[in-house]
Nanobody, 136 residues
């Protein structure tokens, strides 16, 4: 049974930073592709970032980002804790949304990236979400 629990959301002024965490429990191979999505009221769920953990080389990982956050957000993973992080810098009011952690089992970083580009429906495991609010 895979469970994902997000934390770290909150309210911040524009230009500020937040770090979100996603704690994953369950079979590690089921969560070797972890992604962050966000959804604002009235909008579709949008891909923020994804990371693939290579089981054969724990120092290797593949990351991919949505266009709107490239250069401002950084996704990373602590393999020892099976926790993924989303460091969000230079936050803008349009970044306000519910942020969700999602996971899947994939064979490679290329497949993980393709799932991320394919959208939220390509991920089977989801957390409950954490709210991020950025004020101007």
């Amino acid at each position: 049974q895979v469970q994902l629990v997000e934390s770290g959301g909150g309210s911040v002024q524009a230009g500020g930073s937040l770090r979100l965490s996603c704690d994953a429990t369950g079979k590690r191979t089921s969560t070797n592709c972890i992604a962050w999505f966000r959804q604002a009221p009235g909008k579709e769920r949008e891909g923020v970032a994804a990371i693939y953990r290579d089981a054969m080389n724990r120092d290797a990982s593949t990351t991919v980002y949505g266009d709107s956050v490239t250069g401002r957000f950084t996704i990373s993973q602590d393999n020892a804790k099976n926790t993924a992080y989303l460091q969000m810098d230079s936050l803008k009011p349009e970044d306000s949304a519910m942020y969700y952690c999602a996971a899947e089992s994939t064979m490679s970083g290329l497949v993980c990236s393709a799932r991320f580009q394919g959208g939220a429906s390509r991920f089977g495991y989801w957390g409950q979400g954490t709210q991020v609010t950025v004020s101007s």
